[in-house]
């Protein structure tokens, strides 16, 4: 089963970046459906963003469009998250995850493998 470790977090400036990196170990992120959550702090995880196996597909949730970039290194067998134009709201563990069904990407439910999370703080 493949495992997935989170980097990258820390704290940023409002209109600041961060890049978030996934790397995988135990499978081929090609084979898999990566996708990105987070949680914030009293609220329920939520969808991030999306990545379809070779290349299929990449699909955003509505307030990260324009700023937010997932892609994936094949070499490196790691899935990043290039944050631009943080805001405070954007402030959330950030998680990775993957699955290998294509259905319902969006629901945390259906990610069979988790990261452990790494922390984002987004200062005004």
């Known amino acids: 089963q493949v495992q997935l470790v989170e980097s990258g977090g820390g704290l940023a400036q409002a209109g600041g970046s961060l890049r978030l990196s996934c790397a995988a170990s135990?499978?081929?992120?090609?084979?898999?459906?990566m996708g990105w959550f987070r949680q914030a702090p009293g609220k329920e995880r939520e969808f991030v963003a999306v990545?379809?196996?070779?290349?299929?597909?990449?699909y955003y949730e509505e307030a990260v469009k324009g700023r937010f970039t997932i892609s994936r290194n094949y070499a490196k067998n790691t899935v990043y998250l290039q944050m631009n134009s943080l805001k405070p709201e954007d402030t959330a563990v950030y998680y990775c995850?993957?699955?290998?069904?294509?259905?319902?990407?969006?629901?945390?439910?259906?990610?069979?493998?988790w990261g452990q999370g790494t922390q984002v703080t987004v200062s005004s």
């Open positions: 995850a993957a699955k290998t069904l294509s259905d319902s990407y969006r629901i945390s439910a259906r990610y069979r493998y």
């Open positions: 135990g499978g081929t992120v090609s084979n898999y459906i």
């Open positions: 990545i379809l196996r070779n290349g299929d597909g990449i």
